[in-house]
């Protein structure tokens, strides 16, 4: 991040071309490591050319930034304590949360009362993020409200940093449970829910 330019009292914009998922990732990361603001450009690279905003080419050469990481700084959840949530989202395509393919790990299927908030669920058909009220209204309906005790997975851990970001802006505290699916499937033991 240093070597980036960033530094602790400097904004960052984060952005992508892939329905701000790396975004989300990004923003998720650099407040995690205790960046204090950083924001995720809604409708990300598509957004900004619609708007005629300018656009460089070629090699970019930052002055070196004095970011200072303290991990620890936004809530995650650890594999002991993943049944112990009050309401775990799994941000994944339904398809996967209801065990029907699983493309990427041996075992199909989701993490026992888990409920299912599609990433692309947050979004607008132009790409951008719900309103505040609409995604509040969406992740209510599966049970989650402010101040309630919740944590989002996905397949690895990146893309369900989109959730987490997703309640931020509708005003509710999520946990990332990093591990994800790929860590909770791993081992044959643990309880598996389909459907």
């Not at 400097?10 to 998720?28: C, E, F, I, K």
């Not at 005629?52 to 303290?70: H, K, L, N, Q, Y």
Request: hydrophobic letters at 40%; proline letters at 8%.
């Amino acid at each position: 991040m240093r070597r980036l330019g960033v530094d602790d009292d400097r904004p960052v914009v984060v952005y992508d071309d892939w329905s701000g998922l790396a975004a989300s990732r990004a923003w998720w990361l650099l407040r995690y490591h205790g960046h204090r603001n950083v924001r995720v450009l809604d409708g990300g690279w598509a957004a900004w050319l619609a708007v005629g905003g300018p656009v460089e080419t070629g090699p970019v050469d930052p002055s070196p930034g004095g970011f200072t990481a303290r991990p620890g700084q936004m809530p995650v959840v650890a594999l002991g304590d993943v049944l112990d949530v009050d309401v775990l989202v799994d941000a994944r395509a339904p398809e996967r949360y209801r065990g029907d393919v699983e493309p990427m790990d041996p075992v199909a299927g989701h993490v026992p009362g888990a409920v299912n908030v599609p990433t692309t669920t947050n979004l607008t058909s132009a790409g951008t993020f719900r309103d505040a009220t609409t995604l509040r209204a969406l992740y209510a309906a599966e049970g989650v409200a402010p101040g309630a005790d919740v944590a989002a997975y996905c397949g690895s851990g990146v893309t369900a940093c989109h959730d987490v970001l997703a309640m931020e802006l509708a005003g509710i505290r999520a946990a990332l449970y990093p591990g994800s699916w790929s860590e909770w499937s791993a081992d044959p033991q643990r309880p598996v829910e389909r459907g």
